[in-house]
């Protein structure tokens, strides 16, 4: 399957016409409204003046596109449509840009450069969760922490989670300051620090958004959550790894964490990763009665990579970490978190956790790469590096491929701009 | 100072002149636009047909009155005014209602009996934290955890805290149903069982909703922190104990809170409670910088008070809880909140944790009461009982007195439903 956009047949391009993910933009002008939008190759479609053209009358409902059309400054009107018409949409979508060229009456002014737009977040998240699921993490860090890699007892039996903040997750290229708070210098000292943090880290990891609102008590099982699972984005969990160990006993992680969460802003929808499926890693256990089905037994095969760029250099940290090490799917993330009775709504951000294998290439945070802060990685022209600096720029992609077809996640993207003066 | 509507003077009432809190309501019909009101003795103003009827006219400020008549479904027009308009309001709607009759041109249709009114949650919650600052609760759950009184060596330095699930806090009066999740029945077993809880509790908290808007890094200091309280409710954070004990080494509460937060509906302004400021407790460590200023040395003497009501029968567990006894003003869990960069939203929900002091009638939590479930409390019949029980209802109140003028928070209850069958 090929398309008529320049440039989306590319191996270079994370946006093929097998992709076709969803996003939320903006042309910048003061008073024109965010709209619905896809990409391929270099070329955003605005949506809702395709929908408005009739060309896609045929191809999908009358509810979809009204939801494309209605104007709404988030993707929730596309989000909450059955699932369904949002699996029709991605398939009126292929075959519109994959004929052999323009349909006739497409509305050119539906085409826009990506660098003429500003993509926004795409909903308003009521509620986001970060869960942690990947053993060798837990490994890595209870190395750090306690000296040995033991995992927390229940973590082969359900997902470990917490619930993060809402309101500080912001979308690729959001610049954001060093975070303020409190910590000891030195684990003697008797009394903590307040100020900017010292430690600075990110965390590789993916997210999905929900699209469902459900009513406090009902709980999802695995073909309601799998069919809730709107799409996937790339996550970077900046921590403050001093503030974030100094708070963090009792009750978890907090301003270590809560300053900025950054995510990517093409929404990659779950038909397009399905063809990257493979079985889940070997069960530590047997799985209990409530995370099983069939259905949900599907690790993603997506290869992540991390970079930071700082000044006139930049170096890959890590470039062959892979979803595929996760312990749970995405859906039994969503069962778990709904089977207290929890309510999800539409837009809730659900995170996996930092995603980390067992080779130097393949760790999703510096405090696994560093040891801690003790081994230094090195920038290309041999300066020595820990934590992230100000002005460091780190950038996330994810990219699958298998059988002649690939597609990708875009960037992750984010600037870390010096802290307050006090 | 004495009010005309009947009831309003009573020593039984909560809503007595000196109140003036701000709630959302509606009359229960299903075109009805739910309504901003307050309330005296039990009757509800609507301030919406108040402020229309041009009583306010020279009281207010035109943006007040407009705020008031928007029609929002949520308090969030108000709480955005300037504090000043929010302080002339409550003084305004003091002096229409302390006069000695009623006053000429009245909208009769503004006043609505409580039990003709359903109250709503007051606004779209977008982030919950909820703090643990009472240093007597933190040294009962570390002798029930740990087996001594230690607390944690952070908690004299800064407010501990972590964020709550947003979606699940629920107004007075929503029932809910006992939550399911992961726990060992006995610490020695191998596995967990998947089951509702057998142990839930409640947790007599206070919270505080925010009014204000920031961008990201943006710090508030103790006079932003102070304006920015919009007004204080009363909080149940029901605890599911098994649940939580299992999960949440290391990141945290998770399932065994997110099933249901109960607020009560009337928020009380914070010049309301001004009579009743006293001194923070003793200071364990000298403060750090960020969290001195004199405006902010001010702890609230509340009685605050629980009872189970349960069959035909109800009993007072705990009658003479204060929340005096917190070791942070809610200004102090505000400045802390935002040192990160972490920015806040109007109708954020800021929570104290549970409240507690030394003795067996001022416990805040079941778990407390009943060392860890071991030695049961009594109903009136004599029945011995521990954790709650399915049909029992918690109620928690809260009223303030001092020189001869008294208000109080109105009641904060949820009835606790049968779990789902699996």
Known sequence: MKSWIAGADSVETDFTIHNIPLGLFSRGSHDERPCPGTRLGDTVVDLSILAASGLLDKLVSAPTREALTTGADSLAPVADLPVLDRRQLRLALQSVFSQDKIPDGFPQNALVDVNAVQMLLPFRIGDYTDFCISVEHMKNAGRQVAGDARIPPQMPYMPIGYHGRASSVIVSGTPFKRPWGLYKLAPSDPEPVCAPTARLDYEVEMAFYVSSNTKLGRRLNSRESEEAIFGVVLMNDWSARDIQSYEMMPLGPFQGKNFATTVSPWVISPDALKPFEIPLPERLVPELAYLQDERVNRALDINLSVEVQTGNESQVIAGNINAKDFYWSMPQLLVHQTMS??????????????????????????????????????????????????????????????????????????????????
Chains 1, 2 share one sequence.
């Open 341 to 422: 009775g929890c309510n999800v709504s539409t837009g809730d951000l659900i995170a996996t956790g930092t995603c980390s294998g067992t080779t130097p290439n393949t760790l999703g945070s510096i405090v696994e790469v560093t040891e801690g802060g003790r081994k230094p990685w090195q920038l290309p022209s041999g300066k020595e590096r820990t934590f992230i600096e100000d002005g460091d720029t780190v950038i996330m992609r994810g990219r699958c491929s298998k059988d002649g077809i690939h597609l990708g996640f875009g960037e992750c993207s984010g600037l870390v701009l010096s802290a307050d003066p006090i």
